[in-house]
C-alpha cells in the first residue's frame, strides 16, 4: 500500500522544534488539541515529534493549552 502524502510540509524538516511555532499551529486546532494523524497526514515518528514540541511549547508559554 502507498504512503499517503502529508498535508503539511514535512518534507524538509528534520526535526520538528518547539520554536517553529506557525508549523505547530498548523497541527493544533482551534482551540489548542493536536489535531490526530488522519487530519494531519504525518507519519508515526512525526506525529510523535509534533506532540513532543507542542507540548514543550505549551510549557513554556508559546502556544496555549485552550483558546478561551
Known amino acids: 500500500m502507498a504512503q499517503k502524502p502529508a498535508r503539511i510540509a514535512f518534507d524538509d524538516v528534520n526535526y ?28 508515526a515518528r512525526q506525529q510523535r515529534q509534533a506532540a513532543t514540541a507542542i507540548k514543550r511549547a505549551r510549557l513554556m508559554s508559546l502556544l496555549f493549552f485552550v483558546k478561551q
Open 16 to 43: 520538528v522544534d518547539y520554536k517553529n511555532l506557525p508549523l505547530l499551529r498548523l497541527i493544533t486546532s482551534y482551540y489548542g488539541k493536536i489535531k490526530p494523524r488522519r487530519y494531519t497526514g504525518l507519519s
